[in-house]
């Protein structure tokens, strides 16, 4: 019995060297044969912080257009003519005294006639319910409406109320926006 308990240690040990021999070289293969070159900085954001911080991004953007495309109903006319044909660098970086009559300063007057004139019109203000319900849903995990559904009903409306109110212009103005005149 002794023979087989000194025969037996030796295997033991034996065996417990070969899997750590085999272990470290295993790890070694996988480190090596994953080509990711993100992984260090997917793994430095935590998925967590990073919904925050893209819910609250969202929420934030869509009030802000909210304000920018309300503000628009009422100071178009004052600010048309300085935002017209103009990108969006140089509308912020004119040296034109004179400031602009929307709420949200320069830059709320350019992204509203972007998406107002230049886009959808009046229905635009679409984009900013998206962009409001995409922000609850991924900041607090809530669902105010279904998702998908909102996303193609919406998008249905944008377009079609777009071109309805694009069919009843003379010439391009705020209510179906570019898209609604020219496809009518």
């Known amino acids: 019995s002794e023979l087989s308990k000194e025969n037996s240690e030796p295997v033991k ?7 750590t021999e085999k272990a470290i070289p295993n790890k070694e293969k996988k480190s090596i044969s994953i080509n990711n070159p993100f992984k260090d900085i997917t793994n430095r954001f935590d ?23 309300l503000s628009y109903i009422f100071t178009w006319t004052h600010d048309q003519d300085r935002v017209l044909n103009k990108s969006l660098f140089d509308f912020l970086f004119e ?57 193609a009903i919406t998008s249905v409306m944008m377009v079609w109320s777009s071109l ?15 898209f609604g005149f020219h496809i009518n």
Do not use: Q
Request: charged share 15%; aromatic share 18%; proline share 3%.
């Open 164 to 178: 309805f109110l694009g069919f009843f212009a003379n010439k391009l103005n705020y209510l179906g926006g570019s």
């Open 47 to 69: 998925k967590k912080k990073a919904k925050s911080i893209i819910g609250a991004t969202l929420i934030l953007f869509s009030f802000y257009f909210f304000l920018a495309c």
């Open 13 to 19: 040990e034996s065996v417990k060297e070969e899997t």
């Open 95 to 151: 040296d034109n005294p004179e400031p602009v009559e929307n709420w949200l300063g320069k830059l709320g007057a350019w992204s509203s006639h972007l998406f107002i004139y230049r886009w959808f019109g009046l229905s635009s203000f679409g984009i900013c319910i998206l962009m409001f319900i995409t922000g609850v849903r991924t900041l607090l995990n809530v669902i105010l409406l279904p998702i998908k559904k909102t996303y």
